[in-house]
């Protein structure tokens, strides 16, 4: 079969922990270095309030969600049909994130 001959960006936003297990549900990954940033704040949050918690015994997911602010991340997936696309967005309300736009896909 041959390569991927569409690509589609989408946004999704959420407050809560990210679920990294969503880029490789929706074969998706960030667009570009701020989404990567983003990305990277929410996990370095996340650890470090792990880590305080751990300390204070306190719930991290309780600590967390007063500590963190909404954010956008960019992402974008690839596939073969210009109708074929992998994002799920009541996959991503399930764990607390929406998918705010999903962009026409473009031809490669």
Not at 20 to 47: E, N, Q, W
Not at 50 to 58: E, G, K, N, Q, Y
Not at 75 to 96: D, M, N, Q
Request: glycine residues 4%.
């Amino acid at each position: 079969m041959a390569g991927p001959k569409y690509l589609t960006r989408f946004t999704v936003k959420g407050d809560g922990r990210f679920p990294f297990d969503m880029l490789r549900y929706d074969s998706c990954f960030p667009v570009g270095p701020r989404d990567v940033d983003a990305l990277l704040c929410i996990l370095t949050k996340h650890f470090a309030i792990a880590d305080i918690c751990a300390s204070m015994d306190i719930r991290p997911e309780q600590m967390f969600q007063r500590l963190t602010n909404t954010r956008n991340v960019t992402l974008v997936t690839y596939h073969h049909t210009k109708s074929e696309t992998c994002i799920t967005p009541a996959r991503w309300k399930s764990f607390g994130w929406e998918v705010v736009c999903i962009e026409e896909p473009r031809k490669l």
